[in-house]
């Protein structure tokens, strides 16, 4: 970042209007306190949702519907750390009611730790001291549920599916609890990808060019590219512009796998979390936050950019092979060397979490 952008950036991260305390949140502790057991996932582990505020706006967020996205559970945990020791008349909670469930997926979470709590020292965009993922000890160790285990696409189909999994249960009913919502928020990741890629409802989409504006220029404004693909509606991913594409939808995604000619893989999805919600009643605005675990400059150093399954498991199979031929040691230098640097932790929540400002500010223009 070039001399005297960091001013910019606090500038242009803080313009009204705001809603959110993006700095003060990302410096709250990352352990938000007791909670409330709310279910327990298959192998027993307790799943903990929080409650806060007593406005008008409801608001649901979750994380770590995936297993490999650890991102959005550390920012929850921050969110809620920040709301549980607001004063009572704080705007946050004068004028929202909050459900938040950080972690939906414990027993995916402690899989996944072996890689998750392996970090390295990386810059974040104001070249301050932060920590990113170590990408061989990832990519050797990472662990992502298959469809009918996927608790995004795993929420009950009506209140009398009491087949999903113990955790969309859970989830499911502490969220019936606050509809309707006015807002909705799933926050993902992606692996490798050149900047974040942000997912939201269709049905906003004329709704939303002032937050989709607002959040490039922050996104820019921080260092970063936006990741860009047009899908073709694939899933119901149709690209909207620059960096925003509708959220994917159960039944695109069963539509997809029935022109393959799978039914039994089309026959595993349930409703998406953004779905139950919407179903719950209201209008409410739904959003989806990718942001990546590893940044790629695109180069001839690299193979094809990772978009779907297949080509993930190539882009993983030639980094394992790339940490065998330089050693582990030297592995992830030789990753930055030909473009592959984990992307900021703090930067990804501080993303995440303008995202989510944008969305509650595009609810108060509608």
Same mark, same amino acid.
């Given at each position: 970042?070039?001399?005297?952008?960091?001013?910019?950036?606090?500038?242009?991260?803080?313009?009204?209007?705001? $809603?959110?305390?993006?700095?003060?949140?990302?410096?709250?502790? %990352?352990? /938000?306190?007791? =909670?409330?057991?709310?279910?327990?996932? #298959?192998? =027993?582990?307790?799943? +903990?949702?929080?409650?806060? =505020?007593?406005?008008?706006?409801?608001?649901?967020?979750?994380?770590?519907?995936?297993?490999?996205?650890?991102?959005?559970?550390?920012?929850?945990?921050?969110?809620?750390?920040?709301?549980?020791?607001?004063?009572?008349?704080?705007?946050?909670? #004068?004028?929202?009611?909050?459900?938040?469930?950080?972690? $939906?997926?414990?027993?995916?979470?402690?899989?996944?730790?072996?890689?998750?709590? $392996?970090?390295?020292?990386?810059?974040?965009?104001?070249?301050?001291?932060?920590?990113?993922?170590?990408?061989?000890?990832?990519?050797?160790? +990472?662990? #992502?549920?298959?469809?009918? %285990?996927?608790?995004?696409? &795993?929420?009950?189909?009506?209140?009398?599916?009491?087949?999903?999994? /113990?955790?969309?249960?859970?989830?499911?009913?502490?969220?019936? *609890?606050?509809?309707?919502?006015?807002?909705?928020?799933?926050?993902?990741?992606?692996?490798?990808?050149?900047?974040?890629?942000?997912?939201?409802?269709?049905?906003?989409?004329?709704?939303?060019? *002032?937050?989709?504006?607002?959040?490039? &220029?922050?996104?820019?404004?921080?260092?970063?590219?936006?990741?860009?693909?047009?899908?073709?509606?694939?899933?119901?991913?149709?690209?909207?512009?620059?960096?925003?594409? !509708?959220? /994917?939808?159960?039944?695109?995604?069963?539509?997809?796998?029935?022109?393959?000619?799978?039914?039994?893989?089309?026959?595993? @999805?349930?409703?998406?979390?953004? *779905?139950? $919600?919407?179903?719950?009643?209201?209008?409410?605005?739904?959003?989806?936050?990718?942001? /990546?675990?590893?940044?790629?400059?695109? =180069?001839? %150093?690299?193979?094809?950019?990772? !978009?779907?399954?297949?080509?993930?498991?190539?882009?993983?199979?030639?980094?394992? *092979?790339?940490?065998?031929?330089?050693?582990?040691?030297?592995?992830?230098?030789?990753?930055?060397?030909?473009?592959?640097?984990?992307?900021?932790?703090?930067?990804?929540?501080?993303?995440?979490?303008? @995202?989510?400002?944008?969305?509650?500010?595009?609810?108060?223009?509608?």
């Amino acid at each position: 970042m070039r001399a005297g952008a960091l001013g910019e950036v606090v500038a242009t991260m803080t313009a009204d209007p705001t $809603v959110l305390p993006i700095e003060l949140i990302l410096a709250s502790t %990352d352990t /938000p306190g007791a =909670g409330e057991p709310i279910g327990s996932s #298959r192998e =027993g582990r307790s799943i +903990v949702g929080y409650r806060f =505020g007593d406005g008008s706006r409801s608001v649901s967020l979750i994380g770590g519907c995936h297993a490999d996205e650890p991102v959005g559970p550390a920012m929850l945990r921050r969110l809620c750390a920040h709301l549980a020791q607001a004063p009572a008349d704080a705007p946050l909670l #004068r004028d929202y009611r909050w459900h938040v469930v950080p972690d $939906v997926n414990p027993d995916g979470a402690h899989r996944n730790a072996v890689w998750s709590e $392996v970090t390295v020292g990386c810059r974040d965009h104001a070249d301050e001291t932060d920590r990113g993922y170590q990408l061989p000890t990832y990519v050797a160790n +990472v662990v #992502r549920e298959l469809p009918g %285990d996927d608790i995004e696409f &795993g929420f009950p189909r009506g209140i009398e599916d009491r087949d999903a999994r /113990p955790e969309n249960l859970a989830v499911a009913g502490f969220l019936r *609890e606050g509809a309707p919502f006015t807002l909705h928020a799933s926050f993902h990741g992606m692996d490798f990808a050149v900047g974040p890629w942000f997912l939201i409802e269709p049905s906003w989409r004329e709704r939303t060019v *002032e937050l989709r504006d607002n959040l490039r &220029g922050k996104v820019r404004a921080l260092g970063y590219r936006l990741f860009d693909i047009d899908r073709g509606g694939e899933k119901g991913f149709h690209r909207i512009d620059e960096g925003f594409t !509708t959220r /994917p939808d159960s039944e695109a995604m069963i539509a997809h796998f029935r022109a393959l000619g799978d039914d039994r893989t089309a026959g595993l @999805f349930r409703p998406s979390s953004m *779905e139950f $919600v919407r179903s719950l009643g209201g209008d409410p605005f739904t959003l989806v936050s990718e942001m /990546p675990l590893f940044l790629l400059t695109p =180069g001839d %150093d690299l193979p094809e950019t990772p !978009t779907g399954p297949e080509s993930r498991r190539r882009f993983h199979a030639w980094i394992l *092979e790339l940490a065998q031929r330089a050693g582990q040691a030297n592995a992830h230098a030789e990753a930055e060397r030909r473009g592959i640097v984990p992307m900021s932790i703090r930067d990804q929540m501080r993303i995440q979490l303008a @995202f989510l400002d944008e969305g509650l500010t595009a609810t108060h223009r509608v």
